[in-house]
């Protein structure tokens, strides 16, 4: 074999494996679905120094290598008008890969936030019958994932629906008609993997320490067969107002329940904490990680805070982790820490 194969060789085998121990690290990571909005208000972002930095590269400074985004269908939102579009998120995963992080993309199938209180279809979807709905979902989906691919981000992870115990697409998707909502969750799977069948489908529910809740949603999933990879979490003890310590425990048994009972991975893809407690916030982290890293048989696989960098000052939002001169909490060391 002549030496310029045999180099090439070697190489190819080194990218395979460095490719494979990085799909299976641990994801630690941040939503940063408010960062191009902050950016073109003009908010700077800074180093514990006072030196000007990139956020992103910021927060991979204290071990993130994930980066989540949300999308919407033709955003509508008065203060976010045009951002989280088809066209902002491609070019924020570009961003990021270019910077080493690895993508989820979070589906939020509506025009503004979607979440456990709202769950709004997108304003041309309206009118549309059941049927026009499910080619909706799947249109949608495979053209926002193969327009990433097109661009030369392929995404790990992609979410369908953002924090769904109640369903998602009201009313044709709620969990009162079951068999409608299996059908919206399969669509968007199909489109993904139509895209790039080694993308993981995230299913997503908040409160991931109520075992309860998170039972009677996928227990109905597996009677309607939905086909997904992984079981994503919320985590937030501030909205139900409880310390961490109350409820991690709780955590813990959803995370090792969830994954025996329904074999699959699971991953927090949301926490957060106060963001003037900040020893109790990284304290959160901490607990949180050791949690998912403790989930059997290495099917926990990651951990994310939602919108770190989202100053209150700015967004007015308190669970963000970062303080008033524009740096990143010491609360975020956590994530290269652990």
Excluded at 8 to 13: D, E, H, K, Q, S
Aim: glycine share 6%; net charge negative.
């Amino acid at each position: 074999m002549k030496l310029k194969s045999i180099i090439f060789l070697i190489l190819l085998i080194t990218e395979v494996i460095f490719g494979q121990n990085k799909k299976s690290a641990f994801s630690k990571g941040a939503d940063v679905g408010w960062l191009p909005q902050m950016e073109a208000t003009g908010y700077k972002f800074y180093d514990t120094d006072g030196s000007e930095k990139d956020c992103l590269q910021l927060l991979k400074d204290r071990g993130m290598n994930s980066i989540r985004l949300r999308v919407w269908v033709n955003p509508s939102d008065d203060k976010a008008s045009g951002h989280c579009s088809k066209e902002e998120t491609v070019a924020m995963a570009l961003r990021a890969q270019k910077m080493g992080f690895r993508i989820m993309i979070n589906f939020h199938y509506s025009d503004s936030w979607a979440d456990p209180a709202k769950q709004f279809k997108p304003k041309a979807w309206e009118k549309h019958s059941f049927p026009e709905l499910l080619n909706d979902v799947y249109n949608h989906t495979f053209d926002v994932i193969n327009a990433l691919k097109v661009a030369g981000v392929t995404p790990e992870w992609v979410q369908v629906g953002n924090e769904i115990p109640g369903g998602m697409m009201w009313p044709e998707g709620s969990t009162d008609n079951w068999p409608q909502l299996g059908q919206l969750l399969n669509k968007g799977y199909d489109a993904v993997k139509a895209v790039d069948k080694n993308i993981k489908v995230i299913v997503h529910v908040d409160e991931g320490n109520n075992n309860a809740k998170f039972r009677k949603f996928f227990d109905n999933a597996a009677e309607q067969k939905v086909k997904y990879d992984v079981i994503g979490l919320s985590y937030y003890p501030y909205w139900i107002k409880k310390d961490y310590t109350e409820t991690i425990a709780d955590l813990q048994f959803n995370l090792n329940d969830m994954a025996q009972r329904y074999d699959k991975e699971v991953m927090v893809v949301e926490v957060g904490g106060e963001d003037d407690k900040v020893q109790n916030t990284y304290e959160l982290l901490v607990a949180t990680i050791k949690a998912v890293k403790n989930v059997p048989d290495n099917r926990g696989i990651g951990v994310l805070y939602w919108e770190p960098q989202g100053a209150r000052s700015w967004s007015h939002y308190a669970l963000s982790a970062w303080q008033v001169d524009g740096k990143p909490s010491p609360a975020l060391d956590a994530f290269k820490e652990n």
